[in-house]
């Protein structure tokens, strides 16, 4: 089984690895729903507690496909399953995002609308995805209190939020954890937001650990990438910026190959390695949307890295290597902790 790590101070005790569901429904192109569901399968009877999703993955898609997969898992992997759902970002019919709405009473709807989704009586996690710049973030919070109170959550994240927020946050009622992009080549959140996310107490969940594929060994540069798909309008998947960070993983590769593992791997140990080094737990959420990519990224939690690996990967990859922002101007701009 995965060996389990805690998120913060006070937030539960989950799987080292958490298994992200986003892919299986949204943003990466068609995903396969009978390997999705055999993923999910797969990840809860290696030890995978900690599944995560949000309720505009596919506009409710990916909380229904969660619920089907834990109502068709053996009951002790159901029991042993906590979910992290995020909240607030708006879809439109299109298929686009219009805005974010923080407010108490349209969580408390988000919320209604996700439990009949998920089929379960609570949430585990509960976080906004992104801060609504309308309203202040202790009516966010405080409103998250109340439903921990009547016990329909039992935990309070946060995602993409600065140091700031933080604090502020932090200040109305425990925060379990905030999900942040962070990877050998998403570093922003070392300076600021780790050290005072471990001053609070607040646990990470990491997501990107592998840049959506893009550091995961397995992206090719002649990829072909389905409308919609995430990565067609991601600053790091573009022309010079491409080919600029492709072979950052080549460097990457080198590393791997002398310890008999693969990229993907180095790349989730590095981030496994980072919590005990920063002094407080991180929990990578992995991508996986079949069996065999599952399969690879659970093995990261076998790959030791000493201190000369670590500087051996960091050599390969320095922070600020990349190119390329990693999201898109206007997405960007939706992110506090980027402020
Ligand atoms: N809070 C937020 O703002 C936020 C934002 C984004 C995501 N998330 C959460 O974090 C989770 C993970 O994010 P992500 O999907 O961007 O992360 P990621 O792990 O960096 O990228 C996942 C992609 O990497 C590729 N991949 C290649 N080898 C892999 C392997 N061995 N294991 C897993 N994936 C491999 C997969 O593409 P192929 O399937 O094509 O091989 C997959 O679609 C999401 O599912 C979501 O729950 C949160």
Known sequence: MLP????????????????????????????????????????????????????????????????????????AARERALTSVKFGALRTVEGGFGGVDGRPAAIRNFLAYSLQRLGTDHVDIYRLARLDPDVPVEETVGALAELVEAGHIR???????????LRRAAAVAPIADLQIEYSLISRGIEEKILPTARELGIGITAYGVLSRGLISGHFARDRELAPGDFRGASPRFQGANLDRNLDLVDRLRAVAEAKGVTVAQTAIAWVLAQGPRHGADIVPLVGARTRERLTEALGAVDVPLDAADLAAIEAAVPAGAAAGARYAEGQMALLDSER
Do not use: Q
């Not at 993409?160 to 927020?165: L, R």
């Open 4 to 75: 389990t790590r805690t998120l913060g101070t006070t937030g539960p005790r989950v799987s080292a690895l958490g298994l992200g569901c986003m892919g299986m429904s949204a943003l990466y192109g068609a995903a396969d729903r009978a390997e999705s569901i055999a993923t999910v399968h797969a990840a809860l009877d290696a030890g995978v507690t900690l599944l995560d999703t949000g309720d505009f993955y596919g506009m409710g898609h990916n909380e229904l496909l969660i619920n089907e997969a834990l109502r068709t898992a053996p009951a």
């Open 155 to 165: 935990h309070i994240g946060l995602s993409e939020v600065g140091a700031d927020t």
